[in-house]
């Protein structure tokens, strides 16, 4: 038996038997490897290499789609270590649990049925009883294949039209001397973009592009996109070409998104117009528009027109909550997700009407997916808790700035105070941990619930106990 034969299957035998674990060690690896590459001195454009825990924490920024940098994005890296950083960000788009997936058949050369259990769940409730499979997501079974093709597609596609739309102000920017460059940059914001990360290959960054309303739209929509997860992009499209069905789950993404966004909208603004070193310092029209630009990044996009550190306490809070919810499953975004957010919601509504059931759409809702639910929004808490705490012991930093930057880590935004880039290695290396608890820990968490459902042969007593 050759070597390679025993490699492929010690790897093929690790995916079937624990394809979350598998889905771990695979994106750390990822990880490591990213961070390696742009520790060698040919990835800095002083052609010194870059402190480790510099090019750690930027592999793991970049793998988990997040956007928080602790150098200079625009200067650091050369040519070389932004090609890397743009493969990563695409890499890292496709998702823990898909790339594990893909490479988990890449290696079985078949795509097996805990392989497509895991590239449909994707942070969604599936349940595992007697071998049995009971669907709760948006895509079907046999609709994985058609979803890792829309994957791959959405990157290519929605990707090359954002780039081609934006590409006219980098040629008009006096900024940019060659048409190379403008047209690079054009496709790398289109990636930071749509994957949610919020780089910016640029010196200056979005800053420059800050009073641009097109630019900053085009931003806007590619993050909107990004957040709404492949499942939901597939059902859209394949709604287009046939007007299927939509599945409870794509609308209760696109309704609570959409909500969430409009309302974080008008408290922004509402909160900032005032504000004159933010909303306030604009024209009307623009400071509106500043407004929901702002509430579109906090569902992960991470890009900012105007200073954070300069917003309002209550914007503060407001953003938190909202970065803390993020976008839809399976997408580039982070967060506990929207779905699990309406859930939440749902559950509270029918108990205050006094209904057994979870009822939307038309449609019962399991109570496993309420308790699916409940279990990532406490793993989400509980992290975000003791993240802000050692950062602020590490680090000096008060709640606010501690607390923002740990929320944007966790929910890989990559929206800052400033505090990241100031803070000290140890306090970093808290906010990287968080970023990838973030971006694997939940998923991972609610795919190793979701398939350790045990039979109980039976029921213990029942007994009441006071709760509120």
């Known amino acids: 038996m050759s070597l390679l034969k025993r490699v492929r299957d010690v790897i093929a035998g690790v995916s079937m038997q624990s394809p979350s674990r598998f889905a771990v060690l695979v994106f750390t690896a990822i990880i490591f490897f990213w961070s390696l590459l ?92 007697r071998g049995a499979v009971s669907e709760s997501q948006a895509v079907r079974l046999g609709e994985v294949g058609g979803v890792l093709v829309t994957v791959a597609l959405s990157l290519i596609v929605i990707e090359t039209v954002i780039a081609l739309l934006i590409l006219p102000v980098f040629i008009a920017s006096d900024d940019y001397q060659h048409w190379w460059d403008a047209v690079a940059h054009s496709f790398y914001y289109a990636a930071s973009a749509f994957t949610n990360t919020g780089f910016a290959p640029n010196p200056g960054g979005v800053e420059i592009f800050a009073g641009n309303a097109y630019f900053l739209g085009c931003l806007g929509l590619a993050v909107f996109l990004g957040s709404l997860g492949f499942p939901v992009i597939f059902s859209l499209a394949r709604w287009v070409r046939t007007r299927q069905h939509l599945g409870v789950h794509v609308k209760l993404t696109i309704v609570t998104t959409t909500i969430l966004f409009l309302l974080g909208w008008l408290v ?94 038309r449609r019962r809702i399991p109570v496993d997916v309420l308790r699916l639910a409940v279990a990532i929004t406490l793993w989400a808490v509980t992290i975000v808790a003791v993240s802000s705490i050692l950062v602020m012991q590490l680090s000096g930093a008060g709640l606010r700035e501690a607390v923002f930057d740990t929320i944007s880590a966790f929910a890989t935004v990559g929206l800052t105070t400033g505090l990241t880039a100031e803070a000290p290695p140890a306090a970093t290396m808290v906010l990287a941990v968080t970023m990838w608890l973030g971006r694997v820990g939940t998923v991972t968490f609610a795919a190793a619930l979701a398939s350790s459902e045990r039979r109980q042969l039976y029921r213990l007593p029942e007994e009441r106990i006071i709760v509120g």
């Open 38 to 129: 742009l520790w060698l001195p040919i990835s800095a454009a002083d052609g010194q290499a870059t402190a480790y825990h510099e090019a750690l924490f930027t592999a793991v920024s970049t793998i988990c789609v997040t956007g928080l940098s602790v150098v200079d994005m625009g200067t650091h890296w050369s040519t070389f270590g932004n090609v890397v950083i743009f493969l990563g960000i695409e890499v890292g788009a496709v998702g823990v649990l898909t790339l594990a997936s893909i490479l988990g058949t890449v290696v079985t050369r078949k795509l097996g049925l805990k392989q497509r259990l895991i590239a449909a769940s994707d942070g969604n409730a599936l349940r595992l009883h």
């Open 268 to 361: 922004i603004w509402l909160l900032e117009v005032s504000n004159p070193k933010t909303i306030g310092g604009h024209d009307a029209a623009f400071g509106i528009f500043t407004g929901g630009f702002l509430s579109v990044m906090t569902r992960s996009g991470g890009f900012a027109n105007v200073d954070i550190n300069a917003l309002n306490d209550q914007t503060i809070v407001v953003m938190d909550l909202l970065m803390f919810v993020g976008g839809g499953s399976a997408s580039t975004a982070g967060g506990i997700k929207v779905t699990t957010l309406a859930i939440l919601f749902l559950a509270a509504v029918a108990e205050a009407r006094g209904v057994e059931d979870l009822q939307v759409f």
